[in-house]
C-alpha cells in the first residue's frame, strides 16, 4: 500500500482532474439545465487541482528534493513543471469566466465546453509534467482531444 501512495501522489492533481471531469459529465449529461452548476464545477476542479499541485510540491521540497520522478522515470515534478502547471490553471480559470458571458449569449452546449477545455488542460498537465516520449504522446492526445 506504501508504494502505491508513493507513485499516485505526485499525480494526484492529475488524478483529481480527471475525476472532477467525469463527474462534470455526468452532471451534464444526467441534468440538462445544469449549465451554471457546470460552470461553477470546472472553476473548482481548477482551484482543486491547482490546490493539489502547489500541496504536493510543497511536501516535496520539504523533505529536501527538487525533482520527483515517477513510474519509471515517465512523469517528473520539479519547479519548472509546477509554474507552468499554476500558468494553465490560471489561464484556465480566466478562459472560463470569460466564455462564460459568450457561451450564454450564443445560445452553445457549455457542458460540453467545460468537459472538452478540462481535458485540454488535464493533457497539458500531462504535458508539462513528462519525461519521456511515451508521457508525451499520452499528453498531446489528452490535449487535442
Not at 439545465?33 to 472553476?43: G, N, T
Not at 500541496?55 to 513510474?71: D, P, Q
Not at 452553445?108 to 481535458?119: G, M
Not at 504522446?137 to 482531444?145: A, K, N, P, R, V
Request: charged share 10%.
Amino acid at each position: 500500500m506504501n508504494s502505491l501512495v508513493t507513485y499516485l501522489f505526485p499525480v494526484s492533481a492529475e488524478l483529481f482532474m480527471l475525476v472532477a471531469i467525469c463527474f462534470i459529465l455526468m452532471v451534464g449529461v444526467f441534468n440538462k439545465k445544469s449549465e451554471d452548476f457546470c460552470y461553477y464545477l470546472a472553476q473548482l476542479s481548477l482551484l482543486g487541482a491547482a490546490y493539489l499541485t502547489w500541496h504536493v510540491f510543497s511536501i516535496n521540497m520539504a523533505t529536501g528534493h527538487e525533482t520527483l520522478l515517477v513510474f519509471h522515470d515517465g512523469f517528473m515534478l520539479d519547479k519548472l513543471a509546477v509554474c507552468l502547471k499554476m500558468m494553465i490553471f490560471v489561464g484556465g480559470y480566466l478562459t472560463f469566466m470569460y466564455a462564460r458571458s459568450y457561451n450564454e449569449c450564443f445560445q452553445l452546449p457549455a457542458v460540453e465546453y467545460y468537459v472538452l477545455c478540462l481535458f485540454s488542460i488535464l493533457g497539458m498537465m500531462v504535458l508539462v509534467s513528462s519525461y519521456n516520449f511515451l508521457s508525451l504522446y499520452l499528453g498531446l492526445e489528452l490535449m487535442s482531444l
